[in-house]
T-cell receptor
Framework: GNSVTQMEGPVTLSEEAFLTINCTYT??????LFWYVQYPGEGLQLLLK?????DKGSNKGFEATYRKETTSFHLEKGSVQVSDSAVYFC???????????????FGKGTKLSVIP | KAGVTQTPRYLIKTRGQQVTLSCSPI?????VSWYQQTPGQGLQFLFE???????NKGNFPGRFSGRQFSNSRSEMNVSTLELGDSALYLC????????????????FGPGTRLTVL
């Protein structure tokens, strides 16, 4: 079956530090990969996505590259801000799920705290 | 365009009771998926509905059920509540465009926080 493994948190960084959150996946088909962010008391927001190998997703200074050879989709940001404090989830959706469903399989989440 | 709405936002129930949660998708979206979020198990897929039909179901007992109406609104029901059902229940809608994007981006609502005492 499909699975996503991401680094355990919490992660605490100083403002303007470099961020990396590791994510690796296992999938039987040809998955699309996502990073979602969850702010306290809110639902999930899509941060970025990549649908095929070597695609790079980017948004709000965050980037992640779909690496099929290492089955990875690591999240990076060059300079984090206090407002980036949230929980980040790596997820995959298998395009060829038999029932035609696009259910998301999530990692456990990584809590990021950025201190001034 | 209004986002995904979920009602109620908070619920407190006791063991053995049943509960119904509601989700209104983004206008024009025809697919609704439900997820359970707990500190221990993380985010787990419950089921997906499209055109009033359940398309896929996660590994949850039969106490968890759902339905979708002709206007794409969805409800999920949990019967005979257990303490372990305490969770944030998230609904996500997707356009599910036939022949369109392969990933069918999902848009999440704020969730319903269910507490079982």
């Amino acid at each position: 079956g499909n699975s996503v493994t991401q680094m355990e948190g919490p992660v605490t960084l100083s403002e303007e530090a470099f961020l990396t959150i590791n994510c690796t996946y296992t999938a039987t088909g040809y998955p699309s990969l996502f990073w979602y962010v969850q702010y306290p008391g809110e639902g999930l927001q899509l941060l970025l996505k990549a649908t095929k190998a070597d695609d790079k997703g980017s948004n709000k200074g965050f980037e992640a590259t779909y690496r099929k050879e290492t089955t990875s989709f690591h999240l990076e940001k060059g300079s984090v801000q206090v407002s980036d404090s949230a929980v980040y989830f790596c997820a995959l959706s298998d395009r060829y799920s038999g029932a035609g469903s696009y259910q998301l399989t999530f990692g456990k989440g990584t809590k990021l705290s950025v201190i001034p | 365009k209004a986002g995904v709405t979920q009602t109620p936002r908070y619920l407190i129930k006791t063991r053995g009771q049943q509960v119904t949660l509601s989700c209104s998708p983004i206008s024009g979206h025809r697919s609704v998926s439900w997820y359970q979020q707990t500190p221990g198990q993380g985010l787990q897929f419950l089921f997906e509905y499209f055109s009033e039909t359940q398309r896929n179901k996660g590994n949850f007992p039969g106490r968890f059920s759902g339905r979708q109406f002709s206007n794409s609104r969805s409800e999920m029901n949990v019967s005979t509540l257990e303490l372990g059902d305490s969770a944030l229940y998230l609904c996500a809608s997707s356009p599910r465009i036939i022949g369109g994007s392969s990933y069918n981006e999902q848009f999440f609502g704020p969730g319903t926080r269910l507490t079982v005492l």
